[in-house]
């Protein structure tokens, strides 16, 4: 089945540690997304790439680092840095970066802190 | 003001009755808007998409745009319990070629039965 695939479901993490999210896809999309969604609010961008070893900041990427090394990849790590990582976190994907094209979402990382 | 606004509700109506789901938008020059569906838990659902001022029509949903007034809005036709979800209301804001996916921070509707 073509689709996204998000990992852990569930991710806690220590102080001080630097914990990474996975996000694979088999759709050919060019471009992926990371949003960060807390309880009651919409979807904050993090990080995004419309195409291999490029990527942008979104509005909330401090504490955050990504890479694009294969087409199908895009993991987040979630860096010591970021005081306040507890949240859902999605990944998205477009079949390419232009303005109106949907994206489409895995199912999604919690990541709490321990 | 923010860029993507939406009535958090909770917005209830009976079963069978017609659900309207409202978004207003900051950014003239957005050309496409969304709307995803999100059950407690899960991830966005994209639902549907518009471009063209008018109606767009898919099965019990139709999604309405209105770039001159910056709105957008969503109905449901003959809401069923399983619509009971957040709906989020999505804005691409132009920036070159791309132009970044905005979010409303959702409504939540409840369908009675």
């Known amino acids: 089945d073509g689709g996204i695939t998000q990992s852990p479901k569930y991710l806690f993490r220590k102080e001080g540690q630097n914990v990474t999210l996975s996000c694979e896809q088999n759709?050919?999309?060019?471009?992926m997304y990371w949003y960060r969604q807390d309880p009651g609010q919409g979807l904050r961008l993090i990080y995004y790439?419309?195409?291999?070893?490029?990527?942008q900041k979104g509005d909330i990427a401090e504490g955050y680092s990504v890479s694009r090394e294969k087409k199908e990849s895009f993991p987040l790590t979630v860096t010591s840095a970021q005081k306040n990582p507890t949240a859902f976190y999605l990944c998205?994907?477009?079949?390419?970066?232009?303005?109106?094209?949907?994206?489409?979402f895995g199912d999604g990382t919690r990541l709490s802190i321990l | 003001q923010k860029e993507v606004e939406q009535n958090s509700g909770p917005l209830s109506v009976p079963e069978g009755a017609i659900a309207s789901l409202n978004c207003t938008y900051s950014?003239?020059?957005?050309?496409?808007f969304f709307w995803y569906r999100q059950y407690s838990g899960k991830s966005p659902e994209l639902i549907m998409f518009?471009?063209?001022?008018g109606d767009k029509e898919d099965g019990r949903f139709t999604a309405q745009l209105n770039k001159a007034s910056q709105y957008v809005s969503l109905l449901i036709r003959d809401s069923q319990p399983s619509d009971s979800a957040t709906y989020l209301c999505?804005?691409?804001?132009?920036?070159?070629?791309?132009?970044?996916?905005?979010f409303g921070q959702g409504t939540t509707l409840q369908v009675k039965p």
């Open positions: 998205a994907s477009s079949i390419s970066p232009t303005r109106l094209q949907p994206q489409h």
């Open positions: 759709l050919n999309h060019d471009a």
């Open positions: 790439s419309q195409i291999v070893n490029d990527f």
């Open positions: 950014d003239r020059g957005s050309q496409s």
């Open positions: 518009i471009y063209s001022n």
């Open positions: 999505a804005v691409n804001i132009p920036s070159g070629n791309t132009g970044k996916l905005i």
